[in-house]
């Protein structure tokens, strides 16, 4: 799925705010201003107030002003989005701070703004991983585990006041009472008031934003069990998989990410099995001495190589078959799982022909 200005960008959502930004521009510029300069005319004169024609010309002139400001927002926002489409490129996931540093903003008025788009549907399936401070472009949100006897940083959601609505309701209100206290203009300002907020909060819904919070890890390193085989080799295990999610935080690519998170997975399952079944540690000494740390070679070499400024035809090439074989190593490391199961499909095989043999016998006698 490729994600650029043109195909990335939810067309409806686009034209809604472009829609919506023109007619708050019209309305600020043409519309509004005859109704208040009539209105003026209309109280002001009425009351026979000098003060009164300009304190509606005044108010008006704020409301005009404001309504001006959010229609040009929501054009700009369509403007913004474009930008980020290029940045989230063809990845599925893509690093906050990477966005960070292209549009040079803060945390805070970055994941707002993307925050605002998802609810608008700028990106469709777009989500937020926390803890590894990723935008999500597609169900591939399930975040890796999290490494312990370290102190993790992640993000944290926060809801700010729905700002611009609440001052599109008082700044409707004030604009429209300021013409007279009469009962029938009241009731009249009071639904412009709730009208304006529920058109801002469709438009400007409450910010969401991100906030950096220490967090605690899920992960431990295994604790020892007196078997010193079993030890090293679990201890091996977890020093290979904390290099692999911190590789996994570092590369960008795709094609390694997944299988990355799809071999971690994997190596998780069969920690937890040679450490109920210690006999097992030497079906795993090719895999624990071979297979795996060769793996994490070929993934640092990846990471070398894709962080090189001018990527030539050789290092283009060489990334190209890493992501081969990652692909590659995810069938091995499912293998190596399926084969400490090997014993158990023998006694399973074993057993049931003595059923069967037992059951013939039975049917031959009757």
């Known amino acids: 799925m490729k994600f650029t200005t043109k195909r990335g960008v939810n067309k409806k959502a686009k034209i809604a705010d472009w829609v919506f930004g023109g007619l708050a521009i019209a309305m600020s510029i043409v519309v509004f201003p005859v109704i208040f300069f009539v209105l003026a005319t209309m109280f002001g004169v009425s009351q026979d107030s000098a003060g009164g024609f300009f304190r509606i010309i005044l108010c008006g002139s704020f409301f005009c002003s404001y309504w001006g400001f959010m229609g040009f927002k929501a054009i700009f926002r369509t403007e913004r989005a474009g930008r980020y489409a290029k940045i989230f490129d063809s990845y599925p996931r893509v690093k906050l701070s990477q966005v960070l540093k292209s549009e040079k903003k803060s945390l805070q008025v970055v994941s707002s ?29 399930e975040p890796l585990p999290q490494i312990g ?18 001052l599109a309701g008082v700044i409707t209100s004030i604009a429209f009472l300021s013409a007279a206290f009469h009962w029938s203009l009241i009731v009249f300002s009071v639904l412009l008031a709730v009208g304006a907020i529920f058109l801002a909060l469709r438009f400007f819904p409450a910010p969401v934003y991100f906030v950096e919070v220490s967090g605690s890890s899920s992960l431990r390193r295994p604790t020892a069990t007196g078997i010193g085989d079993l030890d090293g080799m679990l201890g091996s295990i977890f020093d290979n998989k904390k290099e692999m999610v911190r590789l996994s935080e570092s590369i960008a690519a795709a094609k390694i990410r997944e299988p990355l998170r799809e071999i971690l997975r994997v190596l998780d399952q069969i920690s937890a099995h040679v450490s109920e079944n210690p006999d097992k540690v030497r079906t795993l000494r090719q895999f624990s001495g071979y297979y795996l740390p ?59 022909s003595v059923m069967k043999a037992i059951i013939k016998e039975n049917e031959n006698i009757i």
């Open 294 to 352: 060769t793996t994490v070679n070929f993934l640092q070499t990846y990471e070398e190589l894709e962080s090189k400024p001018d990527k030539g035809e050789n290092i283009n090439a060489a990334l190209r078959k890493i992501e081969e074989v990652a692909g590659n190593m995810v069938s091995v490391f499912k293998q190596e799982y399926d084969d400490l199961f090997c014993d158990v499909e023998m006694d399973i095989s074993a057993e049931v």
């Open 149 to 166: 006897d370290e102190s993790l940083t992640v993000y944290e959601e926060k809801r700010g006041v729905p700002l611009y609505s609440g």
């Open 113 to 141: 703004d993307l925050n605002s788009m998802k609810q608008l549907g700028y990106f469709g399936d777009m989500g937020f991983d926390l803890v590894y401070k990723e935008v999500v472009l597609s169900h591939h949100g």
